[in-house]
């Protein structure tokens, strides 16, 4: 089970930090990543750490403003949001997949969590 919190609202430019906890014994068993779905469009791959969190993997858009990291002592992934854009704004969602698996694509992922809203004001 994955717990997403830490959304809200912020001014362009501003910052959030996203956590995602997950529950169970085996948490570095998996790849962890945030996605974000926009209204009226597709989920959207944004970043991805390995099992270990020596591997990290981003999208473009947000390349040099997000950074996720992990804490597999405490089952939480989290995801830092700087400088952030009106374009920023969307549902984030965490989600899991086995450490063996690849691809970055919402089916590639086994577990999600509920989502946190993102809001970015102009």
């Known amino acids: 089970q994955l717990q997403a919190s830490g959304g809200g609202l912020v001014q362009a430019g501003g910052s959030l930090r996203l956590s995602c906890a997950a529950s169970g014994r085996t948490f570095s068993y998996y790849r962890m990543a945030w996605f974000r779905q926009a209204p009226g469009k597709e989920r959207e791959f944004v970043a991805d750490?390995?099992?270990?969190?020596?591997?990290?993997y981003y999208a473009d858009s947000v390349k040099g403003r997000f950074t996720i990291s992990r804490d597999n002592a405490e089952n939480t992934v989290y995801m830092q949001l700087t400088s952030l854009k009106p374009e920023d704004t969307a549902v984030y969602y965490c989600?899991?997949?086995?450490?063996?698996?690849?691809?970055?694509?919402?089916?590639?992922?086994?577990?999600w969590g509920q989502g946190t809203q993102v809001t970015v004001s102009s």
């Open positions: 989600a899991a997949a086995p450490i063996y698996g690849l691809g970055y694509a919402p089916s590639d992922y086994a577990y």
């Open positions: 750490i390995s099992g270990s969190g020596g591997r990290t």
